[in-house]
C-alpha cells in the first residue's frame, strides 16, 4: 500500500520561504513521479511542481518559476518543495501525490488526474 505524507507547512510573511517535505512509502520511485499541487479556497486544485524519477528531470510551472524549486533525497525517500519569495497569492493547501509511471513530462501536464497517490495536505499561510 502506498501511503504519501506531506509535512513543513505553516505561516510566514510575504517574502518569506518554507520547505515542505513528500514521503512515499511503499511506492517504487525507480519510474515514477512526484508531484506537488496546490488548492487554495474557492479554487480548483493546480499544478505546482513534479520531478521524474526515469531520467530525474523535473519541472516548475511559470507563476512560480525562479521561487519555488524541487529535489529529491533518494537515502531518505523524500521530496522537497523549496518556496521562496512567498507571496499571499501562494496561500493554499498543498499535496504531494505520486503516480508509479513517468507522469512528469512537463510543467504544462502536471495534472491531478495524472496522480494515483495523495497525501492528506499541507496548510501554507501567506499574511501580508
Known amino acids: 500500500e502506498v501511503q504519501v505524507v506531506e509535512s513543513g507547512g505553516g505561516s510566514v510573511q510575504t517574502g518569506g520561504s518554507l520547505r515542505l517535505s513528500c514521503v512515499a512509502s511503499g511506492f517504487s520511485a525507480d519510474d515514477g513521479s512526484i508531484g506537488w499541487f496546490r488548492q487554495a479556497p474557492g479554487k480548483e486544485r493546480e499544478g505546482v511542481s513534479c520531478i521524474n524519477f526515469s531520467d530525474g528531470t523535473t519541472y516548475v510551472r511559470d507563476p512560480m518559476k525562479g521561487r519555488f524549486t524541487i529535489s529529491s533525497d533518494s537515502a531518505k525517500n523524500t521530496v522537497y518543495l523549496q518556496m521562496n519569495s512567498l507571496e499571499p497569492e501562494d496561500k493554499a493547501v498543498y499535496y504531494c501525490?505520486?503516480?508509479?509511471?513517468?507522469?512528469?513530462?512537463?510543467?504544462?501536464?502536471?495534472?491531478?488526474?495524472?496522480?494515483?497517490?495523495w497525501g492528506q495536505g499541507t496548510q501554507v499561510t501567506v499574511s501580508s
Open positions: 501525490a505520486a503516480e508509479a509511471l513517468d507522469t512528469c513530462r512537463s510543467a504544462a501536464t502536471i495534472l491531478p488526474i495524472g496522480y494515483d497517490y
